[in-house]
């Protein structure tokens, strides 16, 4: 009987401690074939007559007790893995949201695929950079004018942040003779007020043609294919004369653009000429600065601002939208 009192109160400590997971290891380790009450039951013919009786009756007590104490604890586990689990898996589920790349990225990978269809190279160039690269190898030395319209951000150290991309030109023509035939995009900085059209930060596509006879008719050829694959086969352009100091002759390339206003008597369209992108000869200091052979070589160089021609074809009117991560705006695209 002292056996049995003991096996019960060793049984009421494991069922404290009991797990889901150790719970049928209790059930065999007692209840089992060869579990510690079931050898107590096969004792009973060892007793004499007068003791059967009353230890069969205790280790069936015994028995029922633990019975009933492990389908509780299982009963009360399975309530609360149910409870848990609550869950109907055979529900559609929740589809995640998706992101996409950046208007600005999108744009600059389309101009990318027509580019390279017509043969061009992408090249990357340093965002910081030295005036040599970034003013005079571009034919703008100190006391030139035009510095006024390019000056950028500078560092304590004396680099500065390229204000534009034709940086890319000279380093690529100091390591690489023609014929070339070259794209630089990235980012580029000027110190401009920032308003619905101007950001001290934004992006350009730098282009460029070297080779021994390249002509002016080239150009105009190379222009007009691109921005009809952008703009579609019946856009208007025109070359209007204009002044770079690293092109020489220049040009500004306008697009004429129709838009539909609002007015009292309805809508009406309207068009006018945009300027969209700059270009020209290459200088012949640019050629001296990139080391080439005076008069060997002749070549194209265009650039154009990202955000703008973004704006035009996506129906934006302020540049400052790009640049604010509102995900409203930039899940449209």
Known sequence: MDTIQQLEQEFSQKLSDLTPETAEMLRIEYLGRKGKITQLLHRIGELPPEERKGYGQSVNALKQKVEAALTEHSSQSGDTRSQKSNIDITLPGVEPEQGSCHP?????????????????????????????????????????????????????????????????????????????????????????????????????????????????????????????????????????????????????????????QITSGGTVQKSQWLEILGAGQIHPNVFKAAGYPKGKYRGFAFGLGVERMAMLRLGINDIRYFYENNLDFLSQF
């Open 104 to 260: 600005i990225t999108q744009t600059i990978e389309e101009f990318i695929r027509v580019f390279q269809r017509m043969g061009f190279e992408i090249v990357d160039g340093r965002e910081v950079e030295t005036e040599k690269y970034n003013f005079t190898a571009l034919n703008i030395p100190i006391d030139h004018p035009a510095r006024d319209a390019f000056d950028t951000f500078y560092t304590e150290k004396g680099h500065l942040l390229r204000s534009q991309t034709s940086t890319v030109q000279v380093r690529v023509m100091e390591n690489r003779k023609p014929p070339l035939r070259i794209i630089a995009p990235g980012r580029v900085y000027r110190p401009d007020e920032i308003d619905a059209s101007h950001s001290s930060m934004f992006h350009q596509v730098e282009g460029f043609m070297v080779d021994e006879k390249i002509t002016f008719a080239d150009l105009k050829g190379v222009l007009r294919l691109f921005l009809t694959e952008i703009f579609g086969k019946e856009v208007k352009i025109r070359f209007r004369p204009h002044f770079f100091p690293f092109t020489e002759p220049s040009v500004e390339v306008d697009m004429m653009w129709v838009r539909k």
